[in-house]
């Protein structure tokens, strides 16, 4: 079954259970996939890898205004991004765990013979690719940084 199908189910449940947490979430998410579909030069179907982009979209948005609005001392606003940001991330495939992504990078650091920070470039590039939807590019690169240090 596809996301926007997952998603419209779940909308009609949410609407049915009067989750406004989940409900305000998944529209968003329907919004942004309807836009990824009709954006130019786009085809009539999302591929998988670009729904779980979209999806890491909107999860970053939230995490930057929850951010800002912690800074700013608003719990309300602080409180309704971090609830939205656990109804998308229930469509992402699951996160790595520090440990796992240590590990990953470590053996790719050890694949590809890199020994500076100067070569970084060749793990992001890679590790990217292959931990999409499973790590964040911002973790993937602390983690680099502070393995190659």
């Known amino acids: ?13 949410a609407m049915l ?12 998410v329907k919004s942004a996939l309807l836009l990824a579909k009709t954006e130019k030069g786009a085809s009539t179907e999302i591929t998988e ?11 970053k948005q939230r995490k930057e205004s929850s951010e800002i ?3 700013q001392n608003r719990e309300d606003l602080y409180q309704i991004e971090i609830d939205e940001i656990g109804v998308i991330e229930k469509y992402l495939p699951k996160q790595l765990s520090q440990e796992e992504l240590n590990t990953y990078i470590k053996s790719l650091i050890e694949k590809l013979n890199v020994s500076s ?33």
């Open 69 to 71: 609005y912690k800074t």
């Open 1 to 13: 079954m596809s996301l926007e199908t997952t998603i419209n189910q779940d909308i009609k449940t």
């Open 117 to 149: 920070v100067k070569e970084m470039g060749k793990i992001m590039g890679v590790a990217n690719k292959e931990l999409a939807g499973k790590a964040d590019g911002k973790a993937i690169s602390e983690t680099i940084k502070g393995i190659l240090a």
């Open 49 to 59: 890898d670009a729904e779980i982009k979209v999806l890491q979209k909107l999860v």
């Open 17 to 28: 259970a009067k989750d406004e947490t989940s409900l305000r979430s998944l529209r968003a």
